[in-house]
T-cell receptor, first 113, second 113 residues
């Protein structure tokens, strides 16, 4: 597709379960970003990939959060042992280079019961 | 650290009214500045940008001027429409800072017919 694609669009899971969120960036975009949008916290940066490397992981809130990117394309954000405070919309963005405007996906709405 | 402050919403206007959403920033160096818009049920879309002082970004009738002396990037539109109802986010990034976006809290705009 032409835009950033994220899946699933909605995810409901029980506290303590692991979840995986997927992002397909725009073809040819080398930079990929994960953000989290939650009530009271606004939009927060989580992690940045350049190719398959993650030079900036400073926004990951705890060691339960991890992410990887393969083939310079698809990225997966994994949250282990989910907690209720992890409930949020997780947004992925990509750009041609890290100094170019970012294009966002529609996000994954994660709800932890 | 870098930060962005937006006027609190919600902002409620009648159709054809003049819109201003204030945005100020704190950053070292010379950041690039952006306005993103999130329509109901949709993802973030880039509305406009400015990369250096005194640049004016414009799109869809919206304008914002990069004012370094006042560290501001206020969003304006001369005549709003009902279809402009959305959440507006001001954001910055600094080159050499991995390109991650620092967002303001967002301002909800509601335009009534």
């Amino acid at each position: 597709g032409a835009g950033v694609s994220q899946s699933p669009s909605n995810k409901v899971t029980e506290k303590g379960k692991d979840v995986e969120l997927r992002c397909d960036p725009i073809s040819g975009h080398t930079a990929l970003y994960w953000y989290r949008q939650s009530l009271g916290q606004g939009l927060e940066f989580l992690i940045y990939f350049q190719g398959n490397s993650a030079p900036d992981k400073s926004g990951l809130p705890s060691d339960r959060f991890s992410a990887e990117r393969t083939g310079g394309s698809v990225s997966t954000l994994t949250i282990q042992r989910t907690q209720q405070e992890d409930s949020a919309v997780y947004l992925c963005a990509s750009s041609f280079q890290d100094n170019q405007p970012q294009h966002f996906g529609d996000g994954t709405r994660l709800s932890i019961l | 650290g870098d930060s962005v402050t937006q006027m609190e919403g919600p902002v409620t206007l009648s159709e054809e009214a003049f819109l201003t959403i204030n945005c100020t920033y704190t950053a070292t160096g010379y950041p690039s500045l952006f306005w993103y818009v999130q329509y109901p049920g949709e993802g973030l879309q880039l509305l406009l940008k400015a990369t250096k002082a005194d640049d004016k970004g414009s799109n869809k009738g919206f304008e914002a001027t990069y004012r370094k002396e006042t560290t501001s990037f206020h969003l304006e539109k001369g005549s709003v429409q009902v279809s402009d109802s959305a959440v507006y986010f001001c954001a910055l990034f600094r080159s050499g800072n991995t390109g991650k976006l620092i967002f303001g809290q967002g301002t909800t705009l509601q335009v009534k017919p």
